[in-house]
């Protein structure tokens, strides 16, 4: 499993890492490296759409090789996240936060999960993620926006 690994360095803030991986693989290392010292931590699992997405060449070509499924069964996928968001809470440091984008097909049930997980108390707010793509529903309310 490979980590992918930028250093940057911001005018508005300090130096750091940002690490683009699948996280139950990444974890281990992490946790070793990094325990109790991260600052952020950022994810944005699969939204549990029950869909297989595919890599697209153009606007209406896709390859057939698929680049992720997000077609686990409920409870694996809550299993799951409960693994990686036990794992995030070791890597954060005792100012550190927390990050989960997700969208309403998770998010009432994720929100349970952290409270267990990192302490009701601990929760400070949403981020609601408004946004205007895809067409109009026309049976069912439209589905505009993502919590982070």
Request: proline share 5%; hydrophobic share 35%.
């Amino acid at each position: 499993m490979r980590i992918y690994c930028t250093k940057e360095q911001h005018a508005g803030g300090g130096p750091g890492e940002f690490f683009l991986s699948r996280a139950e693989e990444a974890l281990p290392e992490l946790l070793e490296r990094f325990r109790g010292s991260v600052q952020v931590v950022y994810l944005d699992p699969p939204f549990g759409t029950g869909d297989v997405f595919y890599s697209k060449l153009g606007p209406h070509r896709k390859v057939p090789l698929s680049t992720y499924s997000d077609n686990m069964p409920q409870e694996a996928y809550l299993s799951w996240m409960r693994n990686i968001l036990t794992g995030a809470r070791e890597l954060l440091c005792s100012s550190g936060s927390l990050y989960l984008h997700i969208d309403y097909r998770m998010s009432a049930k994720l929100r349970l999960l952290l409270d267990e997980i990192f302490g009701e108390q601990n929760f400070m707010n949403e981020i609601v993620w408004c946004y205007k793509s895809g067409g109009r529903a026309t049976k069912y309310y439209p589905r505009k926006h993502d919590t982070i």
